[in-house]
């Protein structure tokens, strides 16, 4: 009988999902000539039993495609499914179900592409005896153990070019240009999009910013002839000694909390003291969006070539990384452990610093 291995697309979709579903059709057809399961809408797919077989023909022209032919999902925790129970709601463990349906289908091993939620799930699993190789996905490029996660490069290209058009109506207008973008509580994104994009401040979660020391910031830049400013905030970053700005909390109804409005608030601090106009501009999911980058394409090919390597290797419980300009396996345990912060002593927040970019401290 031929081998049969599952793939599934998990969490918040990212440029580069699609590159990484084509390696692991490519490299298990090709390279082995076993049949490849595609589950829909990530582990949602494994409860309804919505799948399908992918062929060479199936994975044909999607390396420039944005987000993922399989659909994903950022609330399908198959060991905490939400189900409503006389108007309130309750979560249920599902996960035998999905056992079970793995089994049903013939499914010897999985490839989960995902970030540290899914992956997190992907280890449950893998304790219930599921054979699963894990692929580092993530816009927000938050995950140890490996050099980046793919889609990551793709939104800093967004961001970057989002950021080189504020300045021009910044200018004109002699504004402050806020700009809020994603990373949930890693600031990357705003870091190096901010460096990119010669922002003058940049704040991000890993530094609590205060704004008066902004303020000061922006008024002695306003002195010396420029009368415009940009900033770029992580949606995590907040004031020091303050709270985070949530548009919900996790709680019965909301598996996660979701960020964002730390733009408007910073807005209104700056318009409070100073004499000048501001502007907020949150860029939002245009990040998750459009075609993957040169970088985000090869990545996302080569870490789902090494996927089926690793399935041919039964190399399970382990996920493919970057390391400098190789790729890799590390235990998917190790990679999820923490989440991969920016240190505030590090290169390069002291390169900004030594640019003249003001960090919020
Ligand atoms: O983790 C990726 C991410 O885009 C975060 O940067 C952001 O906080 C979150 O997902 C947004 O999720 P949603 O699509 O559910 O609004």
């Not at 990040?287 to 290797?313: H, I, M, N, W, Y």
Request: some cysteine.
């Amino acid at each position: 009988m031929k081998k049969r291995i599952g793939v599934l697309t998990g969490g918040g979709d990212c440029p580069g999902l699609n590159a990484v579903i084509r390696g692991v059709v490519k490299a298990a057809i090709i390279q082995h000539g076993w049949e490849v399961v595609g589950i829909e809408d990530g582990f949602d797919g494994l409860l309804t039993g919505r799948c399908r077989q992918l062929s060479i023909d199936d994975v044909r022209g999607i390396l420039p495609r944005g987000g993922t032919i399989l659909g994903t999902s950022n609330r399908g925790n198959p060991f905490a499914r939400p189900v409503e129970k006389g108007g309130k709601i309750e979560y249920v463990d599902s996960s035998d179900e999905v056992v079970e349906r793995i089994k049903s289908l013939g499914i010897g091993a999985l490839v989960v592409i995902g970030g540290e939620g899914s992956l997190k799930i992907a280890v449950d699993l893998m304790n219930k005896g599921v054979p699963i190789v894990g692929v580092p996905k993530t816009i927000d490029n938050d995950l140890m153990e490996t050099d980046v996660t793919f889609g990551y490069n793709t939104a800093l290209e967004t961001a970057t070019d989002a950021l080189d058009k504020l300045h021009s109506t910044a200018e004109s207008h002699h504004r402050v240009m806020i700009m809020e973008v994603m990373g949930r509580y890693a600031g990357w994104i705003a870091l190096e999009s901010g460096i990119a994009g010669g922002a003058d401040v940049i704040l991000i979660p890993e530094i609590p910013f205060d704004i008066r020391k902004i303020c000061l910031a922006i008024e002695k830049r306003r002195n010396n002839g420029s009368r415009f400013s940009i900033i770029v905030a992580a949606e995590g970053a907040f004031p020091a000694g303050g709270l985070r700005v949530v548009k919900n909390n996790a709680d019965a109804t909301h598996a996660i909390e979701r960020l964002g409005g730390v733009g408007e608030f910073v807005a209104k601090e700056l318009a409070a003291n100073l004499d000048m106009d501001v502007r907020v501009m949150v860029l939002g999911h245009l990040q998750r969006g459009g075609s993957p980058s040169t970088f985000d394409r090869c990545l996302g090919s080569r870490f789902g070539v090494k996927a089926v390597e690793l399935v041919d290797r039964n190399e399970f419980g382990t996920m493919v990384c970057l390391k400098g300009r190789d790729i890799g396996n590390v235990a998917i345990e190790k990679a999820i452990k923490q989440l991969k912060v920016v240190d505030p002593d590090c290169e390069m927040v002291k390169s900004a610093a030594n640019l003249g970019i003001m960090l919020g401290r």
